[in-house]
T-cell receptor, first 114, second 116 residues
């Protein structure tokens, strides 16, 4: 099955700096890669996603890049703000008989210091 | 749009009790829903995939007789933790996908289950 590795496990930055979180996946059939933000005790919220036919996607301060050959994808947050502090999860999914089930990375605790 | 409602949000009960958790897609139809378990400071672990009108598909190591899943309609899936014990205490979250094939999964608010 799919295996997703996420790094770093914790990330501390100053307000205004950029933050980068990286993930690798093992299943070359995976073709959908979402990123979720989860605040303590709350639901994971989708912040951005990318499909395998695209190399990069951007939404305001958030961007995701995908390298299919190397089987890794990254989340980039620019101009970080204290409200960006949360746990971020990457995930990978493939279609077919797996019904698009997600395999999650271990999570990254992002702390943005004012 | 794409709102998933999960109830109850918190359950505290005695060991041996069975607990039912509901997951509803409020403004869309979901042929597939997913149930996850999340331990403190850990990632989401998929327990099972719930398919409308058919049996759920359980992940390896998840006891199907312990965690009963029913997906009787396109907007409702239920997870019943049967004869719950303290080790079943956890945060259970459901998700639903808006469309068939690949698409974003939207999560419910989760259920904090505490077994005394």
């Amino acid at each position: 099955g799919e295996n997703v590795e996420q790094h770093p496990s914790t990330l501390s930055v100053q307000e205004g700096d950029s933050a980068v979180i990286k993930c690798t996946y093992s299943d070359s059939a995976s073709n959908y890669f979402p990123w979720y933000k989860q605040e303590l005790g709350k639901r994971p919220q989708l912040i951005i996603d990318i499909r395998s036919n695209v190399g990069e996607k951007k939404d305001q301060r958030i961007a995701v890049t995908l390298n299919k050959t190397a089987k890794h994808f990254s989340l980039h947050i620019t101009e970080t703000q204290p409200e960006d502090s949360a746990v971020y999860f990457c995930a990978a999914a493939s279609g077919g008989t797996s019904y698009g089930k997600l395999t999650f990375g271990q999570g990254t605790i992002l702390t943005v210091h004012p | 749009g794409a709102v998933v409602s999960q109830h109850p949000s918190r359950v505290i009960c005695k060991s041996g009790t069975s607990v039912k958790i509901e997951c509803r897609s409020l403004d869309f139809q979901a042929t597939t829903m997913f149930w996850y378990r999340q331990f403190p400071k850990q990632s989401l672990m998929l327990m099972a995939t719930s398919n409308e009108g058919s049996k759920a598909t359980y992940e390896q190591g998840v006891e199907k007789d312990k965690f009963l899943i029913n997906h009787a309609s396109l907007t409702l899936s239920t997870l019943t933790v049967t004869s719950a014990h303290p080790e079943d205490s956890s945060f259970y979250i459901c998700s639903a996908r808006v469309q068939g094939g690949l698409g974003p999964q939207h999560f419910g608010d989760g259920t904090r289950l505490s077994i005394l």
